[in-house]
């Protein structure tokens, strides 16, 4: 298949990439590098870089005949949207509609979006279904959820075949550390453990008065090989039986961030020093994934998600940095 994967310079879109050009297919990445690393991109892939707010950048990139689209490129950060909505839904939206609708244009279809969980809010049911009622605590998850309406309508009035993906928490790295978690700023867990390690400071712990058994929130985490695994079986879904489709991806069993501390702190063999702040607004006591629906639909079964193994391969990744 020849895919095209816009985002492929980031974190979860460089190991897409490479796991595409592992299996035989032939990869087109789209980039601006504005979040993106451009040492991060296979050399086996064909980079365009540019943004896809601009219609003219996108349009070109259809002179291609792809297979699908496995749409990565967006920004991230749940704080930072808080502070400016408008540079979220305008990247965001904006982006994800001139691909789909230049995909369109081409007579192209099969749309892999990369969603979050963040699209639930504050969950009332753990683990959190797919049908789950919808509310955002941020712009960021809002835009998300607009995405993922966008597609059903054109799923309604235009045919398009598309899986949204709604991620828990990616994390982990190659086995032997030659890819990994990088984002500027960083706001994840476990890359900044590590990085207080390495550097020798004082890590920031948010919360320890949630409604856990440790006090500290808990989260399901996805290893990254693990995800982009599930973006290969959605693309394949949408081959077999078309249509809209929306998924989470997850593991089903949370981990305090007392447990990753430990985790950190057994890997490296180093004693993290914690600083102990209140928790962050809006960050729910528990996010676990209720993950029957990819399991009996696509038959998906993480294989690299123990924490152990998160852990250990993000190790590896940040002592060479």
């Known amino acids: 298949m020849k895919i095209l994967v816009t985002g492929g310079a980031g974190y979860i879109g460089s190991f897409m990439v490479r796991h595409l050009l592992d ?3 032939s990869v087109v990445v789209a980039d601006s590098l504005e979040k993106g690393y451009e040492d991060a991109i296979d050399s086996r892939a064909e980079f365009k870089k540019g943004d896809l707010r601009d219609l003219g950048f996108v ?13 990565f490129a967006a920004y ?23 691909v789909v609708e230049e995909m369109l244009r081409a007579g192209q279809n099969n749309f892999i ?15 959190i279904p797919e049908d789950h009622q919808k509310s955002p605590e941020n712009p960021y998850g809002e835009s998300k959820l607009m995405v993922e309406k966008i597609l059903s309508w054109y799923g309604k009035t235009k045919g398009l075949n598309s899986v949204c993906l709604r991620y828990f928490n990616a994390a982990g790295a190659a086995a032997d550390g030659s890819l990994g978690e990088r984002h500027t700023p960083e706001s994840h867990i476990i890359p900044n453990i590590m990085k207080s ?35 290969v079986l959605a693309l394949e879904k949408l081959q077999k039986d078309p249509g809209t ?14 447990e990753v501390l430990e985790a ?15 928790r962050r607004p809006g960050d729910a006591d528990q996010l676990i994934a ?26 590896e990744w940040h002592k060479k940095q």
């Open 197 to 231: 390690l390495l550097r020798q400071e004082e890590f920031t712990l948010f919360g320890t008065d949630y409604q856990t058994p440790d006090g500290t929130c808990i989260r399901d985490y996805i290893h990254v090989l693990d995800l982009v695994a599930a973006h």
């Open 113 to 127: 979006f990369s969603s979050t969980a963040g699209v639930y809010g504050n969950p009332t049911k753990i683990p």
């Open 245 to 258: 489709y929306q998924y989470n991806v997850g593991t089903g069993k949370g981990y305090s961030n007392k």
């Open 264 to 278: 950190v702190e057994k890997v490296s063999g180093q004693k993290v020093q914690v600083q102990y702040s209140k």
């Open 23 to 25: 299996n035989n297919h």
């Open 290 to 315: 209720d993950v029957t629906k990819i399991s009996t639909a696509l038959g998906f079964s993480p294989k690299y998600s123990d924490l152990e193994t998160i852990v250990k391969t993000a190790w």
């Open 76 to 98: 991230i950060s749940m704080g930072e949207s808080m502070e400016n909505p408008f540079k979220y839904f305008d990247n965001n939206i904006s982006a994800s509609l001139n």
């Open 59 to 71: 349009s070109s990139l259809f002179r291609y005949r792809f297979d699908g689209v496995i749409h």
